[in-house]
């Protein structure tokens, strides 16, 4: 059922002109600074990862080019996890080593083959604590090299932003101090170009 207009008194023009023309103008804006924000975020994602690599060094502060701090990036590391890497491999090394846990169904026109899914967590849990392709025989006690098992990226490094909070050195909280910074027209040539006034883009492209 499709919505019916009902005879009420009609808003004032001005106001529908000036709340579309808001929407309008924070919709472009907000387009713009996403887009920023994402490529900034993968510069700092990739400059701290080499930094990380070189150094070691995980945090770094965040400042004004006034040189105020008003926070710091930290990098959150990532993670490696076992994984089956090739199916067939893995299958075949459970079938000759481990044949109580190899499957397998008959169903019609086919049979199909697999490994016991509690078998398969029990091995890459143990290849993720010992950080290698080996699994030790609970019964035996030997140790087995892993075919199609492998170590590789779970989840990729990233970063957290976090702003500074009021305190008896600095009376301001850090978002704070970037709003201020950027009433006084100190950030839009260095941040977001494409949205600073004219005469602060000319001034911050100037030598």
């Known amino acids: 059922m499709t919505e019916q207009a009902q005879k009420r008194p009609a808003p004032d023009p001005a106001a529908v002109r000036d709340a579309v023309t808001r929407k309008a103008v924070l919709g472009a804006l907000l387009d713009e600074i996403k887009t920023a924000h994402a490529e900034a975020s993968t510069d700092v994602q990739h400059l701290l990862d080499q930094q990380y690599k070189a150094t070691g060094t995980t945090k770094v502060d965040a400042t004004l080019p006034s040189g105020m701090k008003v926070g710091s990036v930290s990098r959150i590391g990532g993670e490696i996890a076992a994984q089956v890497v090739d199916d067939e491999a893995f299958r075949v090394w459970v079938r000759d080593t481990f044949p109580s846990e190899h499957v ?64 008896a050195k600095s009376p301001v909280e850090g978002r704070e101090l970037v709003a201020q910074a950027w009433r006084e027209g100190a950030l839009a040539a260095h941040v977001l170009p494409a949205l600073a006034p004219a005469s602060v883009g000319q001034a911050g492209g100037k030598q």
Do not use: C, W
């Open 104 to 167: 397998v169904e008959v169903i019609p026109a086919q049979v199909v083959t697999r490994v016991q899914p509690a078998f398969v967590a029990k091995v890459l849990a143990e290849v993720n604590a010992a950080g290698t392709a080996h699994y030790a025989d609970p019964t035996t006690a030997e140790v087995h090299e892993v075919p199609g098992v492998a170590l590789k990226p779970h989840r990729a490094a990233t970063h957290r932003m976090t702003y500074t909070r009021r305190s």
